[in-house]
């Protein structure tokens, strides 16, 4: 066999290993790119009877910023400063408080019960994402809709629950990863 009939089986071969990644191995990866991401944002958007929206901002590895109709807060590693109606102040937090939802450890928690099924592809916001269905059992069961986007990164989940009986949808829409001007800084 020559080199380059040589080359291009293990091209297809790559190739195909690829394509037989299912969708559970799809949303893992998916989830491992958006644990190494450097900084995100977030929009949240909660329907039902408490209809709201939250704005947050992410940088590596501890910094928060979320902003919410009652005011904004900042979470740098265990404190967090609160902005309300003008009014700074600065609250200790229980140690890892906002780290857990970034903790590998813990995301393997869910991962072990976790069910995925492919729904084919959809568009978010115009872009092009491969959208799924995300069942869990343990330790919180739930299920959710999670849409990646063409670059891996998670464009949108979506959870429907009932709290106190009514029914709540909560839209989670991801976008500027990695982007270096999100700056999250305590406010003087």
Known sequence: M???PRIAAFLLLLASAGALAGPK??????????????????????SGAQAMTTEADFVAPDRFRMK???????IIGDTMYMDV????????????TMTQWRDPA???KYEA?????????????????????????QPQPGTSTMWVG??????QIQVSSNVQGKAVTTTIRYSRFNDPTIKVDPPT
């Open 85 to 96: 109606q003008g009014r700074s102040m600065k609250v200790p937090m229980g140690k890892g």
């Open 150 to 155: 063409s670059d891996g990164y998670p464009l």
């Open 106 to 108: 813990n995301l393997a």
């Open 113 to 137: 019960t976790m069910t995925v099924k492919a729904l084919g592809s959809e568009a978010v916001g115009g872009k092009p994402a491969r959208k799924y269905e995300t069942t869990n059992t």
């Open 2 to 4: 020559s080199t380059t």
């Open 25 to 46: 191995d799809e949303v893992k990866a998916a989830f491992d790119k958006f644990l190494a991401a450097s900084s995100y944002h977030v929009t949240m958007t909660h």
């Open 68 to 74: 919410m109709p009652m005011g904004t807060q900042y």
